[in-house]
């Protein structure tokens, strides 16, 4: 026997928000995605804006523990491009620290 739709109710979920357990998992889940695009990012700097040349992929696989192809595709062209961003920040940062307060007059 179906019910018909006018008899239909919508689910109550505002239990859901204040679940101890639900609420864990979701915290659970944030930490992992942003683990997650962490070593996307790393992956990307090391790859891509090392210099004289790029990690090898055998040693990033064995510290992700991805395969070598795994590490290969393991990035996006967005993802180097936040790794640059943040290393001009680390290095715009770090220029300003140097700078004299008073703008270098005695």
Same mark, same amino acid.
């Given at each position: 026997?179906?019910?018909? &739709?006018? $008899?239909?109710?919508?689910?109550?979920?505002?239990?859901?928000?204040?679940?101890?357990?639900?609420?864990?998992?979701?915290?659970?889940?944030?930490?992992?995605?942003?683990?997650? #695009?962490? @070593? #996307? @990012?790393?992956?990307?700097?090391?790859?891509?804006?090392?210099?004289?040349?790029?990690?090898?992929?055998?040693?990033?696989?064995?510290?992700?523990?991805?395969?070598?192809?795994?590490?290969?595709?393991?990035?996006?062209?967005?993802?180097?491009?936040?790794? #640059?961003? @943040?290393? $001009?920040? @680390?290095?715009? &940062? $770090?220029?300003? &620290?140097?700078?004299? #307060?008073?703008?270098? $007059?005695?």
């Amino acid at each position: 026997m179906t019910t018909p &739709a006018r $008899h239909l109710r919508p689910v109550n979920t505002a239990w859901q928000d204040c679940d101890p357990v639900l609420a864990a998992l979701r915290a659970a889940r944030d930490r992992r995605d942003q683990a997650d #695009r962490d @070593i #996307r @990012i790393l992956l990307a700097y090391a790859r891509e804006l090392t210099t004289p040349r790029p990690y090898r992929l055998a040693d990033l696989a064995e510290a992700t523990g991805k395969s070598i192809s795994g590490v290969r595709t393991g990035y996006s062209p967005d993802d180097v491009d936040a790794a #640059r961003r @943040i290393v $001009h920040d @680390i290095s715009d &940062a $770090h220029d300003a &620290a140097e700078r004299p #307060r008073d703008g270098g $007059h005695d």
